[in-house]
Antibody, heavy 118, light 110 residues
Framework: EVLLVESGGGLVQPGGSLRLSCAASGFTFSDFWMSWVRQAPGKGLEWVANIKEDGSEKSYVDSVKGRFTISRDDAKNSLYLQMNSLRAEDTAVYYC???????????WGQGTLVAVSS | QSALTQPASVSGSPGQSITISCTGTSSDVGGYNYVSWYQQHPGKAPKFMIFDVSKRPSGVSDRFSGAKSGNTASLTISGLQAEDEADYYCISYTRSNTWVFGGGTKLTVL
């Protein structure tokens, strides 16, 4: 069974940093692109970042470029999102998801809440 | 990276069919056959429903179908059931090698 479990969310002050983790199991992690998607309270889904199987390609939504970094450790079957210079508008539930085909996300974690507030 | 345009809400009665549109530009929806759709019930993670415009993942009911014409993709749900009531989102690959979601559509089953 494919499982994705996010952790690392919490309350952080504006300008602060947080590192999210996503532990993957039930599939060969190193064979798949992975993604982060977020959802602000009461709002829609927003794609945040993608990373290729070997980590050699990464892409980001414009609003997080230069502040967020996606990475992975295939030996630990883990995906990460380093978030710096956090803003109130980054407040959201952050989901990790496995990429399927070019623009599909077939498995999702349960999400972890990041709240940016003073 | 402007969000794709979806109607805020649609509704239908049990047994009817409804269609949700997802409008983008030639740089995303219109330029590639890489649109997928997701169903999200309140408090739950999204569920993968359609990929590559019209392909259904294993286990998804054939009551769900996807299509595309020009810059607009669409999701059709036939034989509406109460459990179909949820939010629906489209996402497209873009020319910038990024992805963009639609704003989401709330489906109400009357």
């Amino acid at each position: 069974e494919v499982l994705l479990v996010e952790s690392g969310g919490g309350l952080v002050q504006p300008g602060g940093s947080l590192r999210l983790s996503c532990a993957a199991s039930g599939f060969t992690f190193s064979d798949f692109w992975m993604s982060w998607v977020r959802q602000a309270p009461g709002k829609g889904l927003e794609w945040v970042a993608n990373i290729k199987e070997d980590g050699s390609e990464k892409s980001y939504v414009d609003s997080v470029k230069g502040r967020f970094t996606i990475s992975r450790d295939d030996a630990k079957n883990s995906l990460y999102l380093q978030m710096n210079s956090l803003r109130a508008e980054d407040t959201a539930v952050y989901y990790c998801a496995r990429r399927w085909a070019v623009a599909g996300l077939d498995y999702w974690g349960q999400g972890t809440l990041v709240a940016v507030s003073s | 990276q402007s969000a794709l345009t979806q109607p805020a809400s649609v509704s239908g009665s049990p047994g009817q069919s409804i269609t949700i549109s997802c409008t983008g530009t030639s740089s995303d929806v219109g330029g590639y056959n890489y649109v997928s759709w997701y169903q999200q019930h309140p408090g739950k993670a999204p569920k993968f429903m359609i990929f590559d415009v019209s392909k259904r993942p294993s286990g998804v009911s054939d009551r769900f179908s996807g299509a595309k014409s020009g810059n607009t993709a669409s999701l059709t749900i036939s034989g509406l059931q109460a459990e179909d009531e949820a939010d629906y989102y489209c996402i497209s690959y873009t020319r910038s090698n990024t992805w963009v979601f639609g704003g989401g559509t709330k489906l109400t089953v009357l």
